[in-house]
């Protein structure tokens, strides 16, 4: 009786035990995996926005010198178109020649320096789009490399499912007791049933099982 007892309590705590182990090394596991890819994540984050930062100060430094650059080429063209249009009126006014001849170069020069500048603005506008969609396209790659880091939930052991093992080694102690302790002591010598009663159990037969197997849980 001793040594049943001993190795059912033996058991059960053994059972509980672990259960108990199997949920605290569960848990401790899943909060490294949670600390470690959470520090993956902001390593990740820290270092797309510093290469944002430095990818977005080039784009501004290159549009600062295209716009630099398109402005001396108007600036040379309107310079150019203005000596121009100066040396036509002083050759023609020292020559007599006046009228609509020499208005009609006049035009045309407004009007060659009127294309060659506005040929500069859209080549800096296409430059500038280019820049902006390479500015939007650095910013979706970030994103998508910050987001690819960023780890879904982490799987954890259930505290319910250790407490339903815990209680179920402890029941099951306890059965085992109440059968050991005398569960089928009401039984008939002549097998589970009665001489008058064939195929039924005895008003005693199991007597001992309901008083001591479950005698704390009915």
């Known amino acids: 009786m001793c040594d049943f007892a001993t190795a059912a309590a033996v058991m059960a705590i053994g059972q509980a035990g672990s259960a ?29 926005r510093d290469d944002l930062v430095s990818r977005y100060s080039s784009l501004a430094k290159r549009g600062v010198e295209e716009r630099k650059a398109a402005s001396m080429q108007i600036a040379q063209i309107s310079r150019a178109a203005m000596a121009a249009r100066g040396e036509i009126a002083a ?29 500069v603005e859209s080549d800096l506008a296409s430059t500038e789009e280019n820049l902006k969609m ?27 499912g250790a407490l339903i093992q815990v209680g179920g080694a402890f029941l099951g102690y306890k059965l085992a007791m109440g059968i050991q302790g005398g569960g089928l002591a009401g039984t008939t010598s002549a097998g589970t049933t009665s001489a008058g009663s064939a195929g039924t159990v005895s008003s005693g037969g199991f007597q001992g099982f309901d008083s001591a197997g479950f005698g704390g849980y009915l």
Do not use: H
Request: hydrophobic share 40%; proline share 2%; charged share 20%.
């Open 20 to 48: 108990v182990y199997n949920f605290a090394e569960g848990t401790i596991a899943a909060n490294a995996q949670g600390d470690f890819a959470a520090k993956r994540a902001q390593a990740v984050a820290e270092a797309t």
């Open 91 to 119: 050759t023609s006014g020292a020559a007599g020649v006046e009228g609509t001849s020499v208005d009609s170069v006049l035009r045309d020069f407004e009007y060659q320096e009127s294309i060659r500048i506005e040929a």
């Open 134 to 160: 390479q500015g939007e396209s650095y910013a979706a790659e970030g994103k998508n490399r910050i987001e690819a880091n960023i780890s879904g939930p982490i799987a954890r052991p259930s505290l319910f």
